[in-house]
């Protein structure tokens, strides 16, 4: 069974005090144990601070990370680093990463590697522009993300649980326009048998998909249910306490679905 992950990416939105408090407001209203995942990905400078807060029930993430293991690269983070600030989950290949931080394919598949290597948990994040989707492009672009993403992650991680695809079209995200949850299911079935040819059928079933894009409380439930959906990634709705927590309810409900 494909347990649900429920993470709100925060993005470069909260200060310090704001981040504690959300945090603060997350962990008093969910059931614990909780019996799906949830993660918070803060910006990198206030993970300390909002570990302090989550506990057990709640995994901390982080939107980003270099692959280099260390040395002089000004400004940078490793993955150790974030290790060692108890982190389970990095994004990789975020959209906005790509479009407005020009990260390649190639950068990401870096950094996907370097993650996994280092036994931390890989989202890597893939979803075409609205021009590809209209230009019918949506299969390959998603389809040449995944390959150059997942090449240097070996089955072994893919097995250990350390890999989570999330599907996010860029027109999805931030706008109010959510795929409809049958356009997005048919992309998480192609990624599904993306995942079967290289990892196998077994492995690539235990592979969580998560979508994100304008995922939301009121459209969370219809999400999830379909088939390949096995979590969300969210950005605004995460912002707001009930709303996220709205969302891991929904998720609740909804489990166990396979
Ligand atoms: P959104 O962002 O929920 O605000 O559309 C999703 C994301 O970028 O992960």
Excluded at 175 to 200: D, N, S
Aim: charged residues 20%; aromatic residues 6%; glycine residues 10%.
């Amino acid at each position: 069974m494909r347990k649900y992950l429920i993470a709100g990416n925060w993005k470069m939105n909260l200060d310090r005090a704001e981040s504690v408090d959300l945090a603060t407001q997350i962990i008093a209203k969910l059931p614990s144990p909780c019996p799906v995942e949830v993660s918070v990905i803060p910006t990198l400078v206030h993970l300390e601070a909002v570990k302090h807060v989550i506990g057990s029930n709640v995994q901390l993430g982080a939107q980003n990370v270099y692959f280099e293991k260390k040395g002089a690269f000004t400004g940078e983070v490793s993955v150790g680093m974030l290790r060692d600030m108890g982190v389970k989950y990095v994004l990789a290949g975020h959209s906005e990463r790509r479009h407005i931080l020009g990260e390649t394919d190639e950068i990401v598949g870096k950094k996907a590697h370097a993650i996994v290597t280092e036994g931390l948990g890989l989202i890597l994040c893939v979803g075409e522009t609205l021009e590809q989707r209209q230009h019918f492009k949506t299969v390959e672009v998603v389809g040449r993300q995944l390959d150059a993403g997942l090449a240097h992650v070996a089955a072994a991680s893919a097995e250990s649980g350390h890999l989570v695809i999330a599907y996010e079209p860029v027109w999805a995200i931030g706008t109010g326009l959510t795929a409809t949850p049958a356009q997005a299911q048919e992309v998480h079935a192609f990624i599904r048998t993306k995942l079967v040819e290289k990892y196998g059928q077994e492995t690539a079933q235990n592979i969580r998909i998560q979508y994100g894009g304008s995922a939301k409380k009121a459209n969370a439930a219809d999400l999830l249910a379909q088939v390949d959906i096995d979590g969300l990634l969210i950005g605004g709705a995460s912002l707001m306490a009930d709303e996220f927590i709205g969302i891991v309810q929904a998720a609740i409900a909804g489990q166990p679905k396979h």
